[in-house]
């Protein structure tokens, strides 16, 4: 069982990376709940997760800087992409299922993987969504990691895709 509290910079899965800025107990049915108050990095928002499920939710904290040269590797590769013979609908849950993981590597091949075929072919509007879901939960990890802003971390990104 990880331990947060205030101050842990944590990563909740599909939403991104964020700061735990406080705890607050809240009286629901009776009983008295506490649930971690988050500033998310990028959208600036305020989450609240109750403390019992932050377990179930997936919520872990950020990685440190090493695993971050295992992320850009995963962004370097350029696997075959026999993906494209899926259905897209198979494709479009095969990503989302990587992404709801929460683990960094997963959510980085999803990007890489769009980015790649979005110079091929023009992606479907699901597909940009995912991948814009996917560069955001990414990059609000980098920015923490890093301590980078939202540019810098864009810029990090986008040196991976250069024709």
Same mark, same amino acid.
């Not at 629901?28 to 971690?36: C, K, L, Q, T, W």
């Not at 990414?138 to 990090?156: G, I, P, T, Y």
């Given at each position: 069982?990880? @331990?947060? #509290?205030?101050?842990?910079?944590?990563?909740?899965?599909? %939403?991104?990376?964020?700061?735990?800025?406080? +705890?607050?107990?809240?009286?629901?049915?009776?009983?008295?709940?506490?649930?971690?108050?988050?500033? @998310?990095?990028?959208?600036?928002?305020?989450?609240?997760?109750?403390?019992?499920?932050?377990?179930? +939710?997936?919520?872990? %904290?950020?990685?440190?800087?090493?695993?971050?040269?295992?992320?850009? !590797?995963?962004?370097?590769?350029?696997?075959?992409? &026999?993906?494209?013979?899926?259905?897209?609908?198979?494709?479009?849950?095969?990503?989302?299922?990587?992404?709801?993981?929460?683990?960094? $590597?997963? +959510?980085?091949?999803?990007?890489?993987?769009?980015?790649?075929? !979005?110079?091929?072919? &023009? $992606?479907?509007?699901?597909?940009?969504?995912? $991948?814009?879901? #996917? &560069? %955001?939960?990414?990059?609000?990890?980098?920015?923490?990691?890093?301590?980078?802003?939202?540019? &810098?971390?864009? !810029?990090?990104?986008?040196?991976?895709?250069?024709?």
């Amino acid at each position: 069982c990880q @331990m947060f #509290a205030v101050g842990d910079k944590i990563v909740y899965p599909m %939403h991104g990376a964020g700061v735990i800025v406080e +705890v607050e107990e809240k009286k629901i049915d009776g009983r008295v709940v506490e649930y971690f108050i988050l500033r @998310m990095m990028q959208s600036n928002m305020k989450v609240m997760i109750p403390k019992e499920n932050v377990e179930k +939710v997936g919520v872990r %904290h950020i990685v440190d800087k090493k695993a971050l040269s295992q992320v850009e !590797e995963v962004l370097k590769e350029r696997p075959e992409n &026999k993906i494209q013979s899926i259905t897209w609908n198979r494709r479009f849950n095969l990503y989302l299922d990587k992404m709801k993981s929460g683990n960094i $590597l997963d +959510v980085a091949a999803v990007v890489r993987t769009l980015c790649v075929q !979005e110079d091929i072919k &023009k $992606l479907s509007t699901g597909e940009r969504r995912l $991948l814009n879901t #996917a &560069k %955001h939960i990414l990059l609000s990890e980098v920015m923490l990691v890093r301590a980078f802003d939202e540019n &810098k971390s864009e !810029e990090w990104l986008m040196q991976f895709f250069v024709k």
